[in-house]
């Protein structure tokens, strides 16, 4: 499986980003599927996972209600729709898929990686 993340840019506080994982290799069926991000000085974080086979869906508590991560089955592809965001969203986003069936939230319970993408968000 190999993973291709984008969609990042520079936005203001407030405003809505949205950001796709692409695999062009397996397709999803199966698998669980994450985005993390990485803040300057910071540990790799957990935002957000699904279950491809179900759709169950679980979020960190920072962006509930902000965020949704959204599947396409007919384009093998994961979203991060992200809205209000705020500064302290501001990192490196990274997709990651898990060829197995069942929620998870840490780094190394993940098999691939995409290569992340900037997201910026000015104050």
């Known amino acids: 499986v190999q993973l291709q993340a984008s969609g990042g840019g520079l936005v203001q506080a407030g405003g809505s980003l949205r950001l796709s994982c692409v695999s062009s290799g397996s397709p999803f069926n199966g698998y669980t599927m994450a985005w993390f991000r990485k803040a300057p000085g910071k540990e790799r974080e957990f935002v957000a996972v699904l279950r491809w086979n179900g759709g169950n869906t679980y979020y960190t508590d920072s962006v509930k209600g902000r965020f949704t991560i959204i599947r396409d089955g007919a384009h093998n592809t994961v979203f991060l729709q992200m809205n209000n965001l705020k500064p302290e969203d501001t990192a490196v986003y990274y997709c990651?898929?898990?060829?197995?069936?069942?929620?998870?939230?840490?780094?190394?319970?993940?098999?691939?990686w995409g290569q992340g993408t900037q997201v910026t968000v000015s104050s």
């Open positions: 990651a898929a898990r060829g197995e069936p069942t929620i998870a939230t840490e780094p190394r319970r993940f098999d691939y």
